[in-house]
């Protein structure tokens, strides 16, 4: 049964493709899992609707979520990810092998379930001794940890339901605290095309420029996301990104990426005039 | 009466938004122009139905297309523009005081004229006595000219109706006779996430090298055109992009800008690995 599905990225103007197959529909405590099949993007997850994880283009956010921060620091061992039930960024963390420990705190375990079963691509590494899986919300797992993590990736939906929280300063702050004296906070942090998006980003930077030593805001083209542009704010203690040293340690890594490489290490920190002016 | 357009990618995906209005729709002897009010985008310009130019953020399109081989050649002042009816790139083009006379050969002079009445912003230069508006084939054109100009920027529709000629390896040859000794000839080059285009880009990209010394493929992100992420080829007898003292004039210049900017010059042809492996 073949139907069309708009993803709406404001109340006039959206995404739409094509669903050749419905795979799975279910509701979990906090929200509806949906599984389609498509002709464009593979298969695709959405969450409330909204366009989540699709197997063509996954790669470009779970590689500019992880490699740009995992290459920053240089010796990256403990990692928290907030979110992320997908699995996609964990599979990229775990590639570091200087990573000894990945803890991921989702708060929809259904999330991870299905993943499971329909990205097993992105689960495979759920196995990996390394990793720990815990399902709670992320707010109050981190009020609970202190000067624990190397780097926290923070891997949310959208900033409406149960993803609201992790763009408050008060979040930030958790995290800060969190983190060791020479950590790194990463966040997701939507898209600078979109009115209401840009309202988010310009007060999540304020935020954590008030906490961090550095604040670097970057970019990656995500063709399913809204209006195909995203950004990510890398908030760090003490490390700045694209140096030099760090090009060449992705070099030595040997390590294959389908987005990510030395120049976009440097290249993704580069930003339009439009969307500097937003964190001036 | 609202209605909902969908400006059709593949034949199973789309941009969505909403039209509030239509504002004017008329067939000429080569396509058909519709001109709609949105929410989202402000006024915009569909021919056969693809979305072209809206208010929002044809400024990523007209200067991207423009400034980079602007600020690439130390001296043009002849420059040619093969399509681009709006007049969008000819009004950057003429922001730069050595340009002495742009030459822009349209093929469809109700673009043109429908752009006057709805987007007066682009086409108040039309007035610049620098400005010569030719409505005519531009293939044919070129083969009557050459070592001409300075820069040619081909300002196209898709490679399939009209523009289908302007993506051929004959249509370039003729572009590089019309150059100077040290011309640059910059061309849109469509969106590098859509399969059927980036068979285009490839074969753009290798004609391109067989005829000029340089060539040098850049992105933009455009959020109303496919996927949301958009490619261009500089193609160079002489001079390559983004030398220091071209970014120092850039600064010296004093002009503004809404996407381009110093860094965008350099990070703008920085490639994400799976766009770098499609011009290898």
Chains 1, 2 share one sequence.
């Not at 279910?26 to 899992?33: A, D, F, G, M, N």
């Not at 197997?55 to 620091?73: C, G, I």
């Not at 120049?263 to 969307?275: H, M, Y």
């Amino acid at each position: 049964m073949k139907r069309w599905i708009m993803d709406k990225h404001t109340p006039t103007r959206g995404l739409s493709f094509e669903a050749s197959e419905s795979l799975y529909t279910e509701s979990s405590q906090y929200q509806t899992i949906e599984i389609v099949k498509t002709a464009d993007f593979g298969t695709v997850m959405l969450l409330d609707g909204v366009l989540m994880v699709t197997q063509r283009d996954e790669f470009v956010y779970h590689e500019m979520l992880s490699h740009p921060t995992l290459f920053t620091h240089p010796n990256p061992q403990n990692v928290l990810i907030i979110g992320g039930g997908d699995c996609g960024t964990l599979t990229q963390v775990l590639r570091h092998p200087s990573v000894q420990k990945v803890i991921q705190v989702e708060i929809d375990e259904m999330v991870t379930r299905v993943s499971r079963q329909y990205f097993p691509q992105l689960t495979e590494c759920i196995s990996d001794p390394r990793a720990e899986l815990i399902f709670a919300d992320g707010i109050r797992y981190l009020q609970e940890n202190q000067d624990s993590f190397d780097v926290i990736l923070v891997d949310s939906t959208d900033p409406v339901g149960p993803a609201e929280g992790l763009f408050r300063k008060e979040f930030f702050a958790d995290c800060h605290r969190a983190l060791k004296a020479d950590g790194i906070l990463t966040i997701q942090s939507e898209s600078p095309w979109i009115d209401d998006l840009q309202v988010v980003i310009s007060q999540v930077n304020k935020d954590l420029k008030e906490l961090f030593t550095y604040v670097n805001p970057y970019l990656a083209s995500i063709q399913t996301y809204q209006a195909g542009l995203w950004m990510f704010q890398m908030a760090s203690k003490k490390y700045q990104p694209c140096l030099e040293d760090q090009t060449n340690a992705i070099k030595e890594s040997g390590m294959q990426f389908s987005y990510f490489n030395r120049d976009v290490f440097s290249g993704c920190f580069i930003l339009p005039e439009f969307v500097r002016k937003l964190i001036q």
